[in-house]
C-alpha cells in the first residue's frame, strides 16, 4: 500500500514533514497442528481480507483519517492496526471455520528492502 | 527516498489522491572499456552524488515543489529526473576524471517489489 | 502462476517426468517518450491484462492443453508465449489508447531466486 | 525443488486441478551455545542431507507417490516433512557429532515471493 | 560489510585458506509495548551506532585484529558480537532514552541469499 | 564465491587493505532463436561449466594467484574474467552442441543487495 503522513516528535527529524512510503505488508499465520485439510489457514480469504484491511488506508493521506488522529502512524503502529484487524477477521469467522484453531499472527510492513517493522500478537 | 505526491488524470485512479511511496533507487553505469582502475566508476563517488540528488526529494511532498509545478511526478519521470541530474554529475566532474570514459546510465526506481521504472540514456 | 508439464528429450534429465513450476512473471514495457500522463503503460490495465493472459494457464498440467500439442513448453517458450499475447493487447486497444506509442515488451518468468528466462520483442 | 500435484477439499479451488510448483527451500538450525568450532552446525553437511531429502521428491508427482497417498501434500505439510526428516538427520549423526548439541529446526518452503509456509520443531 | 578470514578446523574444508565475505548485516530490536513516539527504537540512531560496530571490522583481515585472536570467526561468532555491542549501545543510552525500553536484539548476517546466520539475546 | 584480495589505487580508500568479498554469480545467454529442444542453452550444463570456472577463484586470496599478477580485481574486473571463460565454453563445445547458436553472455556479480557489475559480451 502506498500512504502519506507526516509524524510529529524531534526524533523523526526530516520525516516530520508530510513524506509517503510504499509498505509492502506480509501475515503470517501460526497454529500447533493443521487444520482437516492440511492447512494453516485458507490463503484465499487470508489474502482477500489483508487485501480489505489495506485498501482502506491505501492512496490516503493517514494525517487526514480521523480514526488516527492525534496518532504517529509509524509503521510499527500501522503493523498492530492490520494484525488487529486480521484477528478480528478470524474471530468473526470471515477466516473460515478452520481458521478458529489459529495461535498467533505476525505482521510486518516492509518500508524498503532495508527497513521494517512487525507486530506478533496470540489470538 | 520516501515522498509523497498526488496525480492528475483519469488513468491513475485512487493515486490521484495524496499519497506516498518509497522508492528503492539503483543507477546502473556503462562503458565499453574499464578505466585505469578497472573500474567503470568510483562507486563512493557515484553513491555520494545519488545520494545528493535523491536528498533533495526526500521526505516532501512533490506536489509543493516549483520545479514540478504542473508535472505528473510518475516514477518514469523521477527516473528520467534522476539519470539527468547524474549526467549532469559526469559532465561537470563530479564523478572525477574516470568517468568521462562512461557511455551511459540507467536509472530503476522499485516502488516495491513488483512495480518499478527507469529511464535510460546516453552520456 | 502455477503450472504442471513434462518436457521431452535427454536434454531434460528428470524433468522428462511430470512435474510443475511457480513462475513468476514480469512484465516491462519500453517507450522513446512518456505519454501525455507521465507514463509508459496504464500499470491498472497492463496487470490486469497480463493476469487475464496468466489464468488461462494457471493451476492447469500444460500437456492436457491443446495449445502446447506437441510442445516443449520450456520457460523461455512460455515467456514468448506470454510477450506474443501482450503484444496482441497493445494492439488490439486493451492497454488503452497511450499504449500505442509503445516499442517493446520484454517478459521474463522466475522459476525460482536463481533460474529465470525471458523474451524480448519490439511492437 | 520442482514437483506436480493436486489437492482434494473445496478450499483449495482450481488448484484441485493437477497443478505444480517450485519450492525453495530453507532449513535454520538454533541452538544456545555454538560448537567447539564455533558453529551450529556444518553447513555443507546440512546442504547435503537437506539436497538428499529434496532429490526424493524433486521433479516428481506427489500424486504418484505411496507415501504420500490420501494426503493433501500442503506446503505445510510438506515444510514438516522436511523438518522430520532432517531431525532424523540429526539423531543418526548423519550431520555430525557437534549437531547432537542442536535445540531446534525450522524448515520453510517459498513457493513464490508472496507466499510461504512452515515449520518449526524441538530436537 | 567486506572482510577478509580464514578457519581453523577440518569441518571449514577449502574455507580454511584466507578469503573473504561480504557480510549484509541486519538488526531487529524488539519491545512488548512502543515508546512514547509510538516506534520500537530511533531507526537514524540505531543505524549510526550499528555502522559504528561494523566500521571497526569493514575492509579488514579479521585474522590480524588482537580481539579476534584464536577465535574463529564464524558468521555465527560475529552475528553475536554484533548483538552484544548493540546491547552496549542500549544500556549506555547511545540509542536515547526510549531504547530503555527494549527486550531483545536479533542480529542478521547474510552471506550471500542462500546462507545467513543469527544471534538473537534479551536486554 | 568467497574469495579475499586488495586493491591498489586512491580511488579504492579503505577496500586498499585485504578484505573479502561474498559474490553471487549470474549467467544470462541470449539467442534470437530457441534451439530443437525449444530452449536457450542446457541449463544443466551452463550450471556446471560456471561452476567449475568460479571453483578456481573460490576460497582463494586473489593477490597470490599468478594469473592475477599486478591486476585490480575488481567486481568489474572479474564479471569479465567469467564471461570469457563461459565464451571458451561455448566455443570448446562444454555447453552442448545446441549451444552453437548463442548470441551473447551477460555475467553479473552481486557484492551486496546493493551494489554489482556485469559484463556483456557476443559471441
Redesign the interface.
Known amino acids: 500500500m502506498?500512504?502519506?503522513?507526516s509524524?510529529r516528535?524531534e526524533?523523526?527529524?526530516?520525516?516530520q514533514?508530510?513524506?509517503?512510503?510504499?509498505?509492502?505488508v506480509d501475515a503470517r499465520f501460526t497454529r500447533s497442528e493443521?487444520d482437516a485439510?492440511?492447512?494453516?489457514v485458507?490463503?484465499?480469504l487470508a489474502t482477500t481480507e489483508l487485501g480489505q484491511v489495506l485498501s482502506e488506508l491505501?492512496?490516503?493521506?493517514l494525517d487526514d483519517m480521523p480514526i488516527f488522529a492525534g496518532?504517529?502512524?509509524?509503521t510499527?503502529?500501522l503493523a498492530k492496526h492490520v494484525a488487529d484487524r486480521l484477528a478480528d477477521s478470524v474471530h468473526n469467522g470471515s477466516l473460515?471455520e478452520?481458521a478458529k484453531g489459529l495461535a498467533g499472527i505476525e505482521v510486518t510492513l516492509k518500508?524498503?528492502?532495508v527497513?521494517s517493522?512487525g507486530y506478533t500478537r496470540a489470538l
Open positions: 502506498m500512504i502519506a503522513h509524524f516528535g526524533v523523526f527529524g526530516p520525516a514533514r508530510l513524506h509517503g512510503a510504499t509498505y509492502v493443521l485439510d492440511n492447512i494453516v485458507d490463503i484465499g491505501n492512496y490516503r493521506n496518532i504517529n502512524t509509524s510499527e503502529f473460515g478452520g518500508e524498503s528492502h527497513a517493522a
